[in-house]
T-cell receptor
Framework: KAGVTQTPRYLIKTRGQQVTLSCSPI?????VSWYQQTPGQGLQFLFE???????NKGNFPGRFSGRQFSNSRSEMNVSTLELGDSALYLC?????????????FGPGTRLLVL | AQKITQTQPGMFVQEKEAVTLDCTYD???????LFWYKQPSSGEMIFLIY??????QNATEGRYSLNFQKARKSANLVISASQLGDSAMYFC?????????????FGQGTELSVKP
């Protein structure tokens, strides 16, 4: 079974631009979560989607948004990029939101904002 | 509030020896799950092991075992017979029942270096 895939793997943008990152979950997984990883803040939860509905959202400004499609693929969008948005963005999928369900991560998208 | 603490920023271990990575957690929820992930320099988070708060026995997965001490709120990862490929960042994470959805809370991580 193919793992979680994320595209693109690397991205360079300038301040003020917007960016869209894509995540394809493991086949059959309906829950997709997004995390931001930076050296200073560590791993922080962005949001989670299940069956096209946002179920949980982290403490990020409204510039960060996401959605999930009927095939469970998910996208996240960051508008008006700031230097501090430079990070590794990780997507994770799981069968459901059940407590013991393991989240499997993709390879991440490294975003650099200049 | 839920919190995960990993007090060892970096650790060294000799190849073939065992190593314990510390993790303490804080939650008021009686129902929660604890996870350990490995992150090599490539960036991908690799799931290692899971322990549920109601599990009676410590979890084991191959060379990985979890030393779960509920009263102390600790969930230490034990890697037996370390290999050079074990060099990576290791993250402890928690999810609790009352958190709507599947949000994982991560610790700051421990960087493990295995010496030949």
């Amino acid at each position: 079974k193919a793992g979680v895939t994320q595209t693109p793997r690397y991205l360079i943008k300038t301040r003020g631009q917007q960016v869209t990152l894509s995540c394809s979950p493991i086949s059959g997984h309906r829950s997709v979560s997004w995390y931001q990883q930076t050296p200073g803040q560590g791993l922080q939860f962005l949001f989670e989607y299940f069956s096209e509905t946002q179920r949980n959202k982290g403490n990020f400004p409204g510039r960060f948004s996401g959605r999930q499609f009927s095939n469970s693929r998910s996208e996240m969008n960051v508008s008006t990029l700031e230097l501090g948005d430079s990070a590794l963005y990780l997507c994770a999928s799981s069968l459901s939101e059940v407590l013991q369900e393991t989240q499997y991560f993709g390879p991440g998208t490294r975003l650099l904002v200049l | 509030a839920q919190k995960i603490t990993q007090t060892q920023p970096g650790m060294f271990v000799q190849e073939k020896e065992a190593v314990t990575l510390d993790c303490t957690y804080d939650t008021s929820d009686p129902s929660y799950g604890l996870f350990w992930y490995k992150q090599p320099s490539s960036g991908e988070m690799i799931f290692l092991i899971y322990q549920g708060s109601y599990d009676q026995q410590n979890a084991t997965e191959g060379r990985y075992s979890l030393n779960f001490q509920k009263a102390r709120k600790s969930a230490n990862l034990v890697i037996s017979a370390s290999q050079l490929g074990d060099s990576a960042m290791y993250f402890c994470a928690m999810r609790d029942f009352y958190n709507q959805g599947g949000k994982l809370i991560f610790g700051q991580g421990t960087e493990l270096s295995v010496k030949p």
